[in-house]
């Protein structure tokens, strides 16, 4: 076979029709032309509107799994911060009532100062104050432990008051600490005057009485009591200033066959929740020693036969 006779053109499987560059060149001016109409008249705006339409239930089912993993992710995250923020939220309540009952406390302890302050103004002795310390260990009496002892001053024997009345009275005094005897003990006795009539009589300690209270004994039982009359100190032991509240009566139980009346009273003071008190001097150190007795006069004998 002659080379002439060969055939130059390429099979037709191997034909490509246009050539590169005519391509280019003509999907090039198709695409400028499609952009320039669409910005122009809007005509790709169906199109895209019938295939946006044609693939959403498509692009549904494709983003399900996406929108499975996410929503189970956002639970366990929700729920993370949810029981985070529930906790945080327990807490700042929690300092929020601690704080609530701080401030409803300091209220009562400023009111009590107070009220201390201005009948710390009613007295003419010199006073101490003092914060209670704790309760005395004994189960058998009603004592209380201050801050203040011999070193602050403070006299066995003197009279304790809080802001209502009279608390108590020291019966043991230590360097830094002393004990207070409260009013209803069974061992504590303070006379007192009933402000209504002006009748004396003594207080004694009785906390079996409806908890916590005083007793008025050897009162006739014709005595002019009622309940609801104020009793307060009287002055005349020398130890506890006059007009101190002490307690009011509350129960009288007249009996036929005794002469005597049981008169069950309540303290004025807060024996179980005082926590701040003044200690007051006792009467007795402001009154002068009794002066010395003078000596005897000794008569001189006349001597017999001068």
Known sequence: MTLGTLDRSPPPFFKQGPSA????????????????ADTRFRITQPVRAA????????????????????GTGNYFTSLSQANSTSDEAR?????????AGQVELLLQENGRLRKLLSLREQLATSVTAAEVLYDAA??????????????????????????????????????LVSEVTLVIDRDLAIPVLNVRT??????????????SGLELRFMGSNSDVQA???????????????????????????????AFAKIYCTPQALVSGARHVMVVKPLSDQIAPRPDAPAPKVLAKRGVGK
């Open 21 to 36: 560059l005519s391509k280019l060149m003509f999907f090039s001016a198709l695409s400028l032309f499609l952009m320039v």
């Open 51 to 70: 295939l946006s339409t044609a693939l959403y239930p498509v692009q549904w089912l494709a983003l399900q799994p996406v929108r499975a993993v996410q």
């Open 91 to 99: 807490k700042k309540l929690a300092m929020q009532s601690l704080r």
């Open 138 to 175: 004994d189960p058998y009496t009603r004592k209380v432990i201050i801050d203040r002892g011999a070193t602050q001053g403070i006299d066995l024997g003197s009279p304790v008051l809080d802001e209502s009345g009279v608390l108590g009275q020291v019966t043991r005094v230590h360097p």
């Open 198 to 211: 002006g009748a004396r009589s003594v207080a004694y300690g009785d906390p079996s009485a409806a908890g």
């Open 228 to 258: 609801g009359d104020l009793l307060t100190t009287s002055g005349v032991d020398g130890v506890y200033p006059p007009g101190l509240p002490v307690a009011k009566i509350s129960r009288i139980e007249r009996r036929a066959e005794s």
